[in-house]
Every structure is written in structure tokens, then in C-alpha cells.
T-cell receptor
């Protein structure tokens, strides 16, 4: 079974530029998550989708971050404009459903460096 | 507000000995706890979990203990093997949390051959 795919794996941009990350979840997984992991910290949930609807985006900085999951499969996360403090690893995860205790499977992440 | 805390950033253990990783939490609404393991350049992978109705869960070399009154859980690995060297994250969920995980800051475990 293929795992969660993410691209690109690494991205370096200058502040005020825009950037987009892509995630392809495990086939059949209805729930998709984007996490931000800053160096030395644990992953922090940015947004959670159930199919193509948003379940939780309470910690998404909506003035600069946006995410979509068209057709309830792939997802993209965009940052526009980027700030220095956005330097982090962006992790995508998926789970079969949002029922009790469904295991989340993580992708390898995209490491973003903002100069 | 750090609701899940891992106060030891790093831990070194001799191969074959027991590794004990600790985690404390402050939110009494957490009802399910998980440990994830992360190798460099990879995403976290699920290791073991425990529900708040239990105080122990075992899976092979890995055992998680939960002390609800102390709001403390620990992961025991015995015997420790070189492949266990990784960063370990403790995570927790609330009853009505929509599967939202709150992670600790992680503990880097190094197994010394």
C-alpha cells in the first residue's frame, strides 16, 4: 500500500514570496491533515479536512495560509506571502475516517526555508 | 500553552537496557494518548497508544503506562536496540477533538551499541 506522498521535499524561498505544497493521501482515506513542525517543537495541526470539507482550521493563519482539497483527494497548502517564521517542516497526514482513534499516517514532509 | 510536555529533549541508553521516555499533560479532557516515532527526513510513524480507561498497554518490546491522577504517561522500550534511535513524540486527543492530535516537543533517543 502506497503511503502519503508529498512534494516538493525541500523548498527555499525569500520572504514575501509565495509557495505551495502538495499532498496525496493514502487511497480511500477520507480525512486529511496539514501540520506545521517548527524546529525543536512537535507538529501543530493547521487544518483538517473530512473529504473536501474543512473540519478544523482554528490554528491556520488565514491572512497568509490557505488550503484546499478539491474532489476530496489531493490537497494543496499555500503560503502567500511567506515570513521568516514560516520556516518549518510541513507534514501531511491522512486517516481512514474521523471515527474514534483512527490512526493517522504521515507523509515525509516538505522542509521550507524562508530567507 | 504547552498542553503536552516532554521535558527531556534527549536520552541515551545502552543497547539491551531499558529506555523510559516520559510525557506529562495538563488537559484533563484528553482521553487517548499515542506515541509516534520519527526518523530523520521521514514523517512520524505510529508506535503504540493507550486509552484513558486503561493504565497499561503492551506491544512486543514497547509498553505504555498511564497515570491519570498524575497526568503522566511513559513509554518503556525493553530491550533497547540500535534501530530504536529516533525522536519520540507523545500525542494526545480529547473526547470531542475530531481526531486532532496535540503533540509534545519530542525526545531524541540514542541507543549506544
Amino acid at each position: 500500500e502506497a503511503g502519503v506522498a508529498q512534494s516538493p521535499r525541500y523548498k527555499i524561498i525569500e520572504k514575501r514570496q509565495s509557495v505551495a505544497f502538495w499532498c496525496n493521501p493514502i487511497s480511500g482515506h477520507a480525512t486529511l491533515y496539514w501540520y506545521q513542525q517548527i524546529l525543536g517543537q512537535g507538529p501543530k495541526l493547521l487544518i483538517q479536512f473530512q473529504n473536501n470539507g474543512v473540519v478544523d482550521d482554528s490554528q491556520l493563519p488565514k491572512d497568509r495560509f490557505s488550503a484546499e482539497r478539491l474532489k476530496g483527494v489531493d490537497s494543496t497548502l499555500k503560503i502567500q506571502p511567506a515570513k521568516l517564521e514560516d520556516s518549518a517542516v510541513y507534514l501531511c497526514a491522512s486517516s481512514f475516517s474521523s471515527g474514534a482513534h483512527n490512526e493517522q499516517f504521515f507523509g515525509p514532509g516538505t522542509r521550507l526555508t524562508v530567507l | 500553552d504547552q498542553q503536552v510536555k516532554q521535558n527531556s529533549p534527549s536520552l541515551s541508553v545502552q543497547e539491551g537496557r531499558i529506555s523510559i521516555l516520559n510525557c506529562d499533560y495538563t488537559n484533563s479532557m484528553f482521553d487517548y494518548f499515542l506515541w509516534y516515532k520519527k526518523y530523520p527526513a521521514e514523517g512520524p510513524t505510529f508506535l503504540i497508544s493507550i486509552s484513558s480507561i486503561k493504565d497499561k498497554n503492551e506491544d512486543g518490546r514497547f509498553t505504555v503506562f498511564l497515570n491519570k491522577s498524575a497526568k503522566h504517561l511513559s513509554l518503556h522500550i525493553v530491550p533497547s536496540q540500535p534501530g530504536d534511535s529516533a525522536v519520540y513524540f507523545c500525542a494526545a486527543r480529547t473526547v470531542a477533538g475530531n481526531e486532532k492530535l496535540t503533540f509534545g516537543t519530542g525526545t531524541r533517543l540514542t541507543i549506544i551499541p
